[in-house]
């Protein structure tokens, strides 16, 4: 108390003889930082739910393991009388109804958390969210959201505007009306130049205007330190009815997402990762709509279903989507004045080809008289090819598929 006290006198007399408006600005720093504070242990009461149990995984998260009926999702005023449906109406096709089964090949896939525990039935996996994550963000508002425009509307591209908002994209995408898309995809760990830039590589599902009422359902894998406080590769869902503006956010971070699955973390890191010129991991995902219901399912893997996006969310996606894409984003802030070197996908560029190339394959939709099939057209989109891109191709064993990404700055792309 003596030294508080000490410490606060010499503050005063260093104030009295040095510049006022120092010690203004340093007292009013010190009240925003209180109330950031408490801001953001509000935030943590909220999305932070009573576990039934948790699990300290070796990355340093730690999974709470959250009764289904407690999930983020049913703070959300559209849902407080949600029944919560455990499982979907499937698709035509046979060859998805597989329950899990372990002779699939990318069983090979976990999360590091699987070492320490196991959620049990009724229950579901949560990252929990720590102070430091939500401090990490600009503000308590934008933890857990993407910034504007994160989709791109292929070919419309403004050159000036894509060096602005610093989003690059290498995708393929098919434009009509579809219920749903599937993909396999393999996993790697990009470099992350800064800490506030990303790399992911995921399915988008679109609907309405780019411009402001645009639904989109995303789901891939990302490098996100900003996001996740390291440097590890992780399972990530996304949602927005209106353009990224005010509603939506990543994994189970709002609500709005309604999780079912004991198994998966949303968020977590997954593992093993594919090696250049070595052994390859992919995963698969699977999105579709429910055909009596309007619900948005997600299945990862052979057979894990891990939850559904309520129709009520939507406003366009309640009908159909009307573009599919799939590929990789990065966000490049050009920090130093010249291009990120924030790697996508491998890092390495689509020529290189298998075992080197980061791949989407085996790329379906779902048509309208709800079967699973290649898309028809499907078309390539990069901003500047010269620093990410993207090469289809087909063949029988992989079905429609490309490679994609690149190292960001290099010779060609300054
Ligand atoms: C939920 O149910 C209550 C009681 O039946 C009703 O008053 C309320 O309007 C319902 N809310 C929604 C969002 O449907
Ligand atoms: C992530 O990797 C970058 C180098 O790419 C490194 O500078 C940074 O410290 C790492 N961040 C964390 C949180 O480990």
Redesign the pocket.
């Known amino acids: 108390m003596v030294g508080v006290k000490l410490v606060f006198g010499f503050l005063v007399l260093l104030c009295l003889f040095t510049e006022a408006r120092l010690c203004y600005a340093a007292g009013r720093n010190r009240f925003s930082g209180s109330r950031k504070e408490v801001e953001v242990l509000k935030h943590l009461n909220r999305v932070n739910k009573r576990p039934v149990k948790s699990i300290k995984s070796p990355d340093g998260d730690i999974i709470d393991c959250v009764r289904i009926s407690h999930q983020p999702a049913f703070d959300h005023p559209f849902l407080k009388n949600h029944t919560i449906k455990l499982m979907p109406n499937w698709i035509t096709n046979d060859d998805i109804k597989v329950p899990s089964s372990s002779s699939e090949n990318n069983e090979a896939i976990t999360q590091l958390w699987h070492s320490n525990g196991k959620c049990p039935t009724g229950t579901i996996p949560v990252r929990r969210t720590k102070k430091e994550d939500v401090l990490r963000a600009s503000s308590v508002k934008t933890y857990g959201k993407k910034s504007f425009s994160a989709s791109v509307k292929p070919n419309s591209i403004d050159p000036d505007m894509f060096n602005q908002n610093g989003h690059q994209h290498a995708i393929a995408y098919a434009q009509g009306q579809f219920y749903g898309a599937k993909a396999t995809m393999n996993v790697w760990k990009p470099?992350?130049?800064q800490?506030n830039e990303f790399s992911l590589s995921q399915i988008w599902i679109l609907g309405g205007s780019f411009a402001s009422d645009l639904n989109s359902i995303e789901a891939g894998w990302q490098v996100s330190?900003d996001l996740y406080?390291?440097?590890n590769t992780r399972l990530f869902i996304y949602w927005t009815s209106d353009a990224y503006e005010a509603t939506g956010c990543y994994n189970l971070l709002c609500s709005g997402f309604i999780q079912i699955n004991n198994e998966i973390a949303i968020g977590g890191s997954i593992s093993p990762i594919s090696q250049f010129h070595g052994s390859q991991y992919d995963i698969t995902i699977l999105i579709w709509k429910d055909p009596e219901e309007g619900n948005w399912w997600m299945q990862f893997g052979n057979g894990k279903v891990l939850g559904y996006w309520p129709a009520t969310l939507f406003s366009h996606l309640t009908r159909s989507a009307s573009m599919i894409e799939w590929g990789g984003e990065v966000i490049n802030t050009a920090s130093d004045g010249r291009h990120t070197t924030t790697q996508m996908g491998s890092g390495q560029f689509p020529e290189q080809g298998f075992s080197k190339a980061s791949y989407f394959k085996n790329i379906q939709i779902v048509d309208e008289s709800n079967n699973l099939r290649a898309p028809k057209d499907l078309e390539t989109f990069s901003e500047q090819p010269n620093c990410y891109d993207v090469q289809t191709r087909s063949n029988r064993n992989w079905g429609t598929h490309f490679y994609y990404g690149g190292p960001g700055r290099n010779p060609k792309c300054p």
Request: charged content about 40%; proline content about 12%; overall charge negative.
């Open positions: 470099k992350i130049d800490s330190p406080g390291d440097n």
